[in-house]
Nanobody
């Protein structure tokens, strides 16, 4: 069982930056691929970024590529999402997720409670 706790959300003006963190419990963090998703009101949950267990491979959709960067610190059991050049359409609840093995755009097993990100125009 992996428990995930997100932090770092908040309110920011368009063009600003935020860094989200997701802390995981347990001693096997380095065996899990991690992902970030977001869900805006009335919309389906959307994959934002994923990272392999070692951190050597990452992936993200075109909608955030070049603006969002996922990284991890296995010594701290933490994954990060650095978000730059934020836009109002980035407003959503952001969720951290974990899956055993290689990273993917889906099939994550464990989920955090989410953190709200609001970008004003």
């Amino acid at each position: 069982q992996v428990q995930l706790t997100e932090s770092g959300g908040g309110y920011v003006q368009a063009g600003g930056s935020l860094r989200l963190s997701c802390a995981a419990n347990g001693r096997t963090f380095s065996t899990y691929a991690m992902g970030w998703y977001r869900q805006a009101p009335g919309k389906e949950r959307e994959f934002v970024a994923g990272i392999s267990p070692s951190g050597g491979t990452t992936g993200s959709p075109d909608s955030v590529k070049g603006r969002f960067t996922i990284s991890r610190d296995n010594a701290k059991n933490t994954v990060y999402l650095q978000m730059n050049s934020l836009k109002p359409e980035d407003t959503a609840v952001y969720y951290c997720a974990a899956r055993y093995g290689s990273w993917s755009m889906n099939d994550y097993t464990y989920w955090g409670q989410g953190t709200q990100v609001t970008v004003s125009s």
